[in-house]
């Protein structure tokens, strides 16, 4: 593994520990068992190791985007899809999801790419939507309003996942519950 993996690897792991404000790169350079210049040969600052955190789970995230979209594109997509293909995205991307909301009241960047996964997510629901309502498969509602209302839903249930994994896993029942309450 390269130097700056190691130091990215470290940093996810130290500020999912203990915050972004409490890690410092002295404890991540020894925690990483390097000195602390060799994190600033590869990073600027701090808040340079997050940006570069953000911007690969920015990028799984638009895989994730593009898989749904070429799903719809061919009419083969349902509202479980979507809901059950982010849970799996959350599952996978964990640490960095953890990250971004931690610090999505503390920087501009996480505060951008929360509104990213958002606008997102809410416009793959809309086409998701319409389409199951031209096909007759979702009955007609609004739109718009419900896809808010699915996104909270997923949000929500994220949350739980990350910070309350003891608690009753209930994804299946929302998806459910979700498809029980728009399909035809």
């Not at 059950?84 to 996480?110: H, Q, R």
Request: proline share 1%; glycine share 4%; aromatic share 8%.
């Amino acid at each position: 593994m390269k130097t700056k993996d190691i130091i990215l690897a470290t940093a996810k792991e130290m500020i999912s520990e203990v915050g972004f404000h409490k890690a410092t790169t002295a404890n991540l350079a020894k925690m990483a068992n390097i000195s602390e210049g060799t994190i600033y040969r590869h990073f600027e600052s701090k808040e340079d190791i997050l940006l570069h955190i953000l911007d690969a789970l920015e990028e799984q995230f638009s895989y994730y985007i593009e898989a749904i979209r070429q799903k719809l594109d061919r009419e083969a997509c349902a509202l479980e899809e979507v809901m059950n293909e982010y849970f799996a995205f959350v599952e996978a991307n964990e640490i960095d999801m953890k990250i971004m909301l931690s610090t999505y009241g503390l920087l501009d960047s996480s505060k951008r790419l929360m509104a990213v996964f958002m606008k997102n997510l809410d416009l793959v629901l809309e086409d998701c939507i319409r389409q199951g309502i031209k096909k007759g498969t979702i009955r007609e509602i609004a739109v718009e309003e419900n896809a808010t209302v699915v996104m909270t839903i997923i949000f929500g249930l994220t949350r739980m996942q990350l910070y309350w994994p003891d608690r009753r896993d209930v994804r299946a029942e929302a998806v459910e519950f979700c498809r029980r309450s728009i399909l035809v």
